[in-house]
């Protein structure tokens, strides 16, 4: 069974920073690549960034220069440090794992930036 669970959201000040975690279970991990994607409140549900197998990243131009995604093969994992965090940065954050025509999420952590 294939499980992703997301940690490290919670609540900071605009200009602070978070780092999300997202651990997984039941994947080839390493040969997948994997997103963080994120809902704001009445908006669809967007992508902020991508890592590959290969460990090439692309991020969303609202998040360039601020986000960084990491992923460490050996621990099944995928990080989403966030830094200079903003009040329009606040959603709930998904991981998300794609490999060929196999997709799964994870539960969602919300991040909630203060003015």
């Known amino acids: 069974q294939v499980q992703l669970v997301e940690s490290g959201g919670g609540l900071v000040q605009a200009g602070g920073s978070l780092r999300l975690s997202c651990f997984t279970s039941?994947?080839?991990?390493?040969?997948?690549?994997m997103s963080w994607y994120r809902q704001a409140p009445g908006k669809e549900r967007e992508m902020v960034g991508v890592?590959?197998?290969?460990?090439?990243?692309i991020n969303a131009t609202s998040v360039e220069g601020r986000f960084t995604i990491l992923r460490d093969n050996a621990k099944n994992a995928v990080y989403l440090q966030m830094n200079n965090l903003k009040p329009e940065d606040t959603a709930v954050y998904y991981c998300?794992?794609?490999?060929?025509?196999?997709?799964?999420w994870g539960q969602g952590t919300q991040v909630t930036v203060s003015t």
């Open positions: 998300n794992s794609r490999f060929k025509a196999h997709e799964y």
């Open positions: 039941g994947l080839a991990f390493s040969s997948n690549a």
């Open positions: 890592i590959t197998s290969g460990g090439s990243t």
